[in-house]
Nanobody, 124 residues
Framework: QVQLVESGGGLVQAGGSLRLSCAAS????????MGWFRQTPGKEREFIAA????????NYADSVKGRFTISRDNAKNTVYLQMNSLNPEDTAVYYC?????????????????WGQGTQVTVSS
């Protein structure tokens, strides 16, 4: 098992930046590929980015390529999502997730462990 806790969300102006963090505890953090997803009311949970165990492989949704960057620090048991050039369409609850297989997939159902989410609101 692994427990995940997101932090770093908040209210920002369009064009601004935020850095989300996901702190892991329990099983060895480096044993999991990690992903970031987001969800708004009435919509399915949407893939944002994912990263392999070592950080050597990443995967991004087209909507965030060039704006968001996923990274991890296994020594700190933490995965990050740097979000730049934010727009109101990025407003959502952002979730951190973990999976055992070392493939940074885009599919929600492939991830077994989830955090509780952190709210990101971008004003226009």
């Amino acid at each position: 098992q692994v427990q995940l806790v997101e932090s770093g969300g908040g209210l920002v102006q369009a064009g601004g930046s935020l850095r989300l963090s996901c702190a892991a505890s329990g099983r060895t953090f480096s044993s999991y590929a990690m992903g970031w997803f987001r969800q708004t009311p009435g919509k399915e949970r949407e893939f944002i980015a994912a990263i392999s165990r070592s950080g050597s492989s990443t995967n991004y949704a087209d909507s965030v390529k060039g704006r968001f960057t996923i990274s991890r620090d296994n020594a700190k048991n933490t995965v990050y999502l740097q979000m730049n050039s934010l727009n109101p369409e990025d407003t959502a609850v952002y979730y951190c997730a973990a999976r055992v297989l070392d493939i940074p997939t885009m599919f929600t159902f492939q991830y077994s462990y989830w955090g509780q989410g952190t709210q990101v609101t971008v004003s226009s």
